[in-house]
């Protein structure tokens, strides 16, 4: 590898890393004034509407509705998905419906999959675990449009800039 390409990755890695920062500096921002302010209007309240577009959320909304147990990455999958369309307050109240998750425990995957920013996961990383654990994520896995977040939900055009940033990123590296 040459000098110039070390700068390169070097300096893509910088820009990744303050970007990363300042997602984090807006977030504490947010939280500190209390307001449920967001970059788009995705968070709204017809969130749980937006959401049974997709399947496999609607088939996740249902069972926290009869009060069933999802599963760890099922919880998972919610939050990262619910959360650029609902409130955090109606985020944990649906994972309050969970009978094996506490009330702190939610609070916590909250925090954490918003303080890492997490992206929705891809169809393939939804099938590994699924794999994982007992509850089905996607109710028909045999269906490639199930658990195909990207083709039924719109998210917020930051979600979609991470990605391709990920993707540039990726390809430089090869």
């Not at 959401?51 to 760890?72: T, Y």
């Not at 919610?78 to 409130?87: D, E, G, L, S, T």
């Not at 896995?141 to 917020?156: E, I, S």
Request: hydrophobic letters at 35%; a negative charge.
């Amino acid at each position: 590898m040459s000098t110039q390409e070390t700068v390169v990755e070097k300096n893509a890695a910088l820009r990744e890393a303050i970007q990363r920062a300042e997602r984090a500096e807006h977030e504490v921002a947010r939280l500190k004034s209390g307001a449920e302010t967001r970059e788009d209007v995705h968070v709204t309240q017809a969130g749980e509407a937006e959401l049974r577009k997709d399947s496999m959320m609607a088939h996740l909304l249902d069972a926290l509705e009869a009060g069933k147990d999802i599963g760890h990455y099922g919880r998972l999958v919610f939050v990262m998905v619910a959360r650029h369309f609902m409130p955090q307050e109606e985020v944990l109240a649906w994972l309050h419906r969970d009978p094996d998750l506490s009330e702190e425990d939610a609070a916590n995957m909250l925090r954490q999959v918003e303080g890492r920013d997490y992206n929705p996961p891809k169809r393939e990383r939804l099938l590994e675990w699924q794999a994982q654990q007992d509850f089905p994520i996607l109710p028909q896995p045999d269906d490639p449009d199930c658990g195909n977040l990207y083709r039924n939900l719109k998210f917020p055009d930051t979600i979609y800039d991470h990605i391709t940033h990920y993707q540039e990123q990726k390809a430089n590296a090869e």
